[in-house]
């Protein structure tokens, strides 16, 4: 492979890159300088931090889960509650700084691809909140499992898009949110929802998203003295993720846990685990982990949380598990439920369904560490969006 | 010098799209026949993908369909042997998203290719910084990777018509393939730019359907792709297509289309 300057600047290692059409060239080039700029501006990050605090509530706190913990008789777990923002998750700080960045480039109309429509709902609020435009697309298949969402997005003045391509789900919204894009540009942002898609959307996710560690990191050290020992966070794009890593990357001593979605497990062929089963391939204009066929088409991905259903992964998150920084690991859908269940009753917290993976997955490794050790859980989203999945799967009856 | 810049060069202004496996790879080899009758100067045969995002919703659907019976890239590499050894000699150019090609393996794909007769390659999602690597391997066996430029390439332009292969493909206006009925006169001074600089033959493509607009393109360009069009009418003949007792007659409908279409 070659590396060139472009190669150098695009890439985390071999992944990540521009794979997009020609037309969509312009538009990446022109949203990079005005990140770049932006950025680099203090009155843009005063602006974005103005909102953060008095619109979304941030900084969120961090919360030690004693019960949880002594039931556990493990380490000590404290979650980091992403899920008290605006909207109820991690969702609304990158939608805030990526609107914030649109109508700095004096862009008028915002849109969005969204799968379960909590991206919808953020960008919505983001575009009703700066005055903005907003075109959520959506597949169909989507649109008839989310009605209430759909509504959401509507009452708060968006136009809901369906799309009927593919498989009528999130990765062919995001296809046609593209298409969209590369006609519109000219007055329009693409908003893009996870830490995916080609350069510079998954370095300007992270950039949005990292305020979730930049906190973390210290608040536990002014709650506990220490750093974590180990710091958890699910992944489906990876966004609340690369947010929950960001500020842990460079203490060598932390260790970072990634959570996928194993669905019905991972021997079978429903889940959204791109970085446990997937293979690299390129998919949304970049190059990452992806599920195919050895065709190389994509193949569907399954998961009781609609946010972690994605058969792709960040290109970060893929770099980051070949040099082995991060383990990546896999819930299935009844450990998350179970995860759930046992955060209601010991901490009077509903997660989103997406979080209850990390939440397993912690309770899985805090078995393991003793008393004294310290752990800290991205606990991404609030659960109410999912009570009626919840009701459902458990048969709709009692507990 | 690649045989699709020969052509364009001698005034063959035709290069139509098929995906292959539309209705099915046995039609698809008969239409690269009638095609080849017709004297074009080259034919894109495309590879479906599951997430054409280059594409909009009339080369979508014909990837779906085609995806539905099941056409992968090493059926279309077939194709061209097929074409072979039925003695057509028009030149084929494959037209592929990265990812079947990135699975398949350049390197293999790139010899296979040649193998089976394409001579040209385009991939909607590789842009110029992306393709070096495919170009030096496709270079190595004669096969040109015709690059894409677009109304918005701008400074770009310069580096990717450097040194390309075959032809330029000009895309007549932003957003997707699939028809459109008007252009931005813009697009003349877009073409006169791209052809003062380009070292070889430029075609003009997306949302180019029409007599008209092949009469208007070919004022500033040596030849028209012909798309989403091309893609429509075999769909509205597909159920003659399918029928080994109506084919002949789809196809003649499908060759009087190419004649008005290069009608003067």
Known sequence: ????????????????????????????????????????????????????HTYSGR??????????????????????REDLNHTGAHKINNALGQALLAKRMGKKKLIAETGAGQHGVATATAASLLGLECTVYMGEEDMARQQLNVFRMELLGAKVEAVSSGTKTLKDATNEALRQWVAKVEDTFYLIGSAVGPHPYPTMVKYFQRVISDEAREQILTQ?????????????????????????????????????????????????????????????????????????????????????????????????????????????????????????????????LESAHAIAYAIQVAQKRSPEEVLVVCLSGRGDKDVETIRRVMGGGSI | ????????????????????????????????????????????????????TADGPAIQLAAERSLRKKTYLKDVLLLGKQAQARGLDVPLILFSYSNPLYQYGFQELIHDAHQSGFEGIIVPDLPYEESLALRALAESYGIAVIPLVAPT?????????????????????VGTTGVRTTFNPE???????????????????????????????????????????FVQQIEAVSH???????????????RQFVRTLKSK
């Open chain 1, 59 to 80: 900084p969120t706190p961090l919360t030690y889960a004693k019960r949880l913990s002594e039931q556990i008789g493990g380490a000590q777990i404290y979650l980091k």
């Open chain 2, 187 to 229: 697009v003349e001074l877009f073409l006169n730019e791209v052809r003062r600089v380009s070292p070889v033959p430029i075609a003009v493509g997306f949302g180019i359907s029409q007599v008209e607009h092949v009469r208007y393109f070919h004022q500033h360009a040596d030849s028209v792709i012909v798309g989403s069009a």
């Open chain 1, 224 to 352: 506990t003295g220490r750093l974590p020992q180990d710091v958890i966070a699910c992944v489906g794009g990876g966004s609340n993720a690369i947010g929950m890593f960001a500020a842990f990357l460079t203490d060598e001593e932390v260790r970072l846990h990634g959570v996928e979605a194993a669905g019905s497990g991972l021997s079978t062929e429903k889940h959204a685990a791109s970085l446990s089963k997937g293979t690299p391939g390129i998919l949304h204009g970049m190059k990452s982990y992806i599920l195919q066929d050895q065709n190389g088409l994509v193949s569907p991905a399954h998961s009781i949380s609609a946010g972690l259903d994605y058969p792709g992964v960040g290109p970060e998150h893929a770099f980051l598990k070949e040099t082995g920084r991060v383990g990546y690991h896999a819930i299935t859908d009844d450990e998350a439920m179970s995860a759930l269940v046992e955060l209601c009753q010991t901490e009077g917290i509903l997660p989103a």
């Open chain 2, 240 to 254: 003659l297509l399918t029928q080994l007792e109506t084919r002949s007659e789809g196809i003649s409908m499908l």
């Open chain 1, 1 to 52: 492979m070659m590396k060139n300057d472009h190669f150098t600047r695009t890439r985390f290692g071999d992944f990540g890159g521009q794979f997009v059409a020609e037309t969509a060239m312009y538009a990446l080039e022109e949203l990079e300088a005005g990140y770049l700029e932006a950025i680099a501006n203090p009155a843009f990050v005063e602006e974005l931090g103005h909102y953060l």
């Open chain 2, 153 to 173: 390439s701008g400074a770009r332009m310069e580096k990717i018509v450097e040194g390309a292969s075959g032809f330029i493909y000009c895309v007549s206006s």
């Open chain 2, 1 to 52: 010098m690649n045989r699709i810049e020969l052509r364009l060069r001698s005034g063959k202004q035709l290069i139509p799209f098929l995906m292959a496996g539309d209705p099915n790879l046995e039609v698809t080899l008969d239409l690269i026949q009638m095609l080849q009758e017709e004297e074009v100067a080259a034919i894109e045969i495309g590879v479906p993908f599951s997430d054409p």
